[in-house]
């Protein structure tokens, strides 16, 4: 047996048994992913467990967010903050390992993943700030990539195609996700719903695909390799695994996806591959296989350090200004007392103003961008072929919207905001939502308010709206009565890290 596939079964062994303790939880999954995150972290993956959080890192997103296990697994076997008695109170009240991840970027985990589809679309976003920074900074400082873990049930969400065709269309060629195609929901095999031709639906979209069978080390580092190598495209590598792989009578079947193996089969896969009969059994080469291959990252993070201490003092304060912003103050542009005015439009002349004391101020609207007044006039478009571009084109892909917003705010350096008619945050709620669990510094705008709106009728007019994010914990909900509030609403908003609702009327 290799060192890889011992590391490999280490994971099958950990995710097993952590769950087996809990008595709940997913062991089918990261048992199926195991071979693909062994190559992916042991080969590929450029982090640093000395340092979590350093900006020129790669972002790895475990979008299915059930199989939890296998990011602590993974994290504990590297070196991150993660003892193996976080693994053994697996979705335990207190303990860092949650059934579903939870966003702790000073361990590791980047995101919060659970409802499946939201890490598709966030890992978008992250892909969308790196590309910008280092249009701003140049390789030298921002050189990463995005890596993320799928299944099924991700792509049978609609957010994965909303944002699925965006990447395509802006060339996101550092976006690499897995998609463990095991075949099986939780109703049974996904020929039940889910028949579409994937690798047909990605090229469509514009990814480049490749095919492999997900146990095969060399099979899936050859795709990995290919994925790298192709730089004006985002890549989907769909990898045929088996869920709960080696389970005498559970592998491959719905009973291994949402709830223990129970002792027998867990004895039968010990025996099948000449485990000890131990709980939670870290044998001494898999956990120095990870831990040597985070060199790769420490080396990397020293060499990024260096780099970053010997740029001019220009690039510094402007490196400075992105990556630890100071507070602003904003200027009254020239609203006059008494004049009858939108709110939306008093937002609108502060936009521009905003944008330059802000660097870092970056987003758009779901085709609405005049509706909105949320333009920043001196800045073109992002896109593949102006990256620099400060207004983001998201189509009308509300929901996409919001998860690449969240991406953009977490992967940090940038303050993103995304703007929509108020009724529409229906579309992108699951995302705000998100927002507000993780407590990151998402902006949204939502002009159109309330039943003033009219002559477009009940569709268009936001009622219950104000109500559910008023309750939205952590969530900050601004309704400006007139232009100098919104004035003061934007600077209060600039000036804390928490996730805020800026609402404008028509």
């Known amino acids: 047996?290799?060192?890889?596939?011992?590391?490999?079964?280490?994971?099958?062994?950990?995710?097993?048994?952590?769950?087996?303790?809990?008595?709940?939880?997913?062991?089918?999954?990261?048992?199926?992913?195991?071979?693909?995150?062994?190559?992916?972290?042991?080969?590929?993956?450029?982090?640093?467990?000395?340092?979590?959080?350093?900006?020129?890192?790669?972002?790895?997103?475990?979008?299915?967010?059930?199989?939890?296990?296998?990011?602590?697994?993974?994290?504990?076997?590297?070196?991150?903050?993660?003892?193996?008695?976080?693994?053994?109170?697996?979705?335990?009240?207190?303990?860092h390992t949650a059934g579903h991840p939870e966003y702790a970027p000073e361990l590791g985990i980047e995101m919060t993943t659970?409802?499946?589809?939201?890490?598709?679309?966030?890992?978008?976003?992250?892909?969308?700030?790196?590309?910008?920074?280092?249009?701003?900074?140049?390789?030298?400082?921002?050189?990463?990539?995005?890596?993320?873990?799928?299944?099924?049930?991700d792509l049978m969400e609609g957010i994965s195609y909303e944002t699925a065709s965006l990447a395509g269309h802006l060339g996101l060629g550092k976006l690499t996700y897995l998609y463990d195609d095991n075949e099986i929901s939780i109703d049974g095999s996904t020929d039940l719903t889910f028949t579409e031709d994937v690798p047909a639906r990605f090229a469509a979209a514009g990814w480049h695909t490749v095919d492999i069978d997900?146990?095969?080390?060399?099979?899936?580092?050859?795709?990995?390799?290919?994925?790298?190598?192709?730089?004006?495209?985002?890549?989907?590598i769909i990898a045929h695994t088996h869920i709960g792989i080696g389970a005498p009578n559970k592998q491959d079947t719905a009973a291994?996806?949402?709830?223990?193996?129970?002792?027998?089969?867990i004895a039968g896969w010990r025996a099948s591959v000449g485990w000890p009969d131990v709980d939670f059994h870290v044998p001494d080469q898999a956990r120095q296989l990870f831990q040597t291959a985070m060199d790769r990252g420490t080396a990397a993070r020293g060499e990024w350090e260096s780099r970053l201490a010997e740029t001019t003092a220009d690039v510094r304060a402007e490196w400075d200004t992105y990556f630890d912003p100071q507070p602003i103050t904003l200027e009254d542009p020239g609203f006059v007392v008494g004049e009858s005015v939108a709110t939306r439009a008093s937002m609108g002349k502060l936009f521009d103003q905003i944008a330059e004391n802000v660097p870092g101020f970056i987003g758009g609207a779901a085709d609405l961008v005049a509706s909105t007044k949320t333009e920043i006039s001196f800045s073109g478009g992002f896109s593949r072929d102006n990256p620099a571009g400060?207004?983001?084109?998201?189509?009308?892909?509300?929901?996409?919207?919001?998860?690449?917003?969240?991406?953009?705010?977490?992967?940090?350096?940038?303050?993103?905001?995304?703007?929509?008619?108020?009724?529409?945050?229906?579309?992108?709620?699951?995302?705000?939502?998100l927002s507000a669990l993780m407590d990151i510094p998402s902006i949204w705008v939502y002009t159109h308010d309330s039943f003033y709106l009219g002559e477009d009728g009940p569709t268009h007019q936001p009622i219950e709206q104000l109500a559910s994010l008023r309750a939205m914990p952590n969530m900050m909900v601004f309704r400006p009565a007139d232009a100098g509030e919104m004035l003061d609403t934007w600077q209060t908003v600039l000036n804390q890290s928490s996730p805020a609702v800026i609402l404008g009327t028509r």
């Open 1 to 95: 047996m290799t060192t890889e596939q011992l590391a490999a079964n280490t994971i099958k062994a950990l995710s097993m048994d952590g769950v087996q303790k809990a008595n709940s939880g997913h062991p089918g999954a990261p048992m199926g992913m195991a071979d693909l995150a062994t190559i992916l972290w042991a080969r590929f993956l450029k982090v640093d467990p000395t340092d979590p959080q350093w900006p020129d890192r790669d972002r790895f997103v475990l979008s299915n967010g059930h199989a939890s296990m296998l990011i602590y697994s993974l994290l504990h076997l590297s070196g991150f903050p993660m003892p193996l008695e976080q693994l053994q109170s697996f979705r335990q009240w207190g303990s």
């Open 114 to 153: 659970g409802p499946l589809g939201q890490g598709f679309g966030t890992g978008v976003g992250m892909a969308v700030a790196e590309v910008h920074l280092r249009s701003v900074f140049g390789p030298g400082l921002v050189d990463h990539r995005t890596w993320a873990f799928v299944s099924d049930g």
């Open 214 to 236: 997900g146990h095969d080390h060399d099979a899936i580092d050859e795709a990995i390799r290919q994925a790298t190598a192709v730089a004006d495209q985002p890549s989907l």
């Open 256 to 265: 291994a996806h949402g709830s223990p193996l129970g002792p027998e089969e």
């Open 390 to 433: 400060r207004n983001i084109h998201f189509g009308i892909r509300e929901h996409a919207m919001g998860t690449i917003t969240n991406g953009i705010a977490l992967h940090g350096g940038l303050r993103p905001y995304g703007a929509t008619f108020f009724i529409f945050n229906d579309y992108m709620r699951p995302a705000v939502r």
